[in-house]
Nanobody
Framework: QLQLVESGGGLVQPGGSLRLSCAAS????????IGWFRQAPGKEREGVSC????????YYADSVKGRFTISRDNAKNTVYLQMKSLKPDDTAVYYC??????????????????WGQGTQVTVSA
């Protein structure tokens, strides 16, 4: 089955930038919808962004709109999340997930069929 591996997390200062990667193996990501989710200690998992596998449309949660950008590189079979103007509230474990119908427009975890292991992002001075 499809396997996803996140990378690129780490420690950054407030206002800094970081780029997360979600690399797929076994299958191509071209026709999957890909979502990014995050979960901070003691908080519910929340959807961050998604990109469709059909027309490439994107969606962003209000909390990250204007700061985060999702993109896809089909040649590398990888989806990226470029994060800028990072805030301490962005601190969380970030997960990528795949939706086999190629949809994007909602960010509900139960709609996604495959998940990566997560990568830690810490924003602190």
């Amino acid at each position: 089955q499809l396997q996803l591996v996140e990378s690129g997390g780490g420690l950054v200062q407030p206002g800094g930038s970081l780029r997360l990667s979600c690399a797929a193996s076994r299958f191509t990501l071209d026709y999957y919808g890909i979502g990014w989710f995050r979960q901070a200690p003691g908080k519910e998992r929340e959807g961050v962004s998604c990109i469709s596998g059909s027309d490439g449309s994107t969606y962003y949660a209000d909390s990250v709109k204007g700061r985060f950008t999702i993109s896809r590189d089909n040649a590398k079979n990888t989806v990226y999340l470029q994060m800028k103007s990072l805030k301490p509230d962005d601190t969380a474990v970030y997960y990528c997930a795949a939706e086999r119908l190629g949809k994007c427009g909602v960010l509900q975890a139960y709609e996604y069929h495959y998940w990566g292991q997560g990568t830690q992002v810490t924003v602190s001075a």
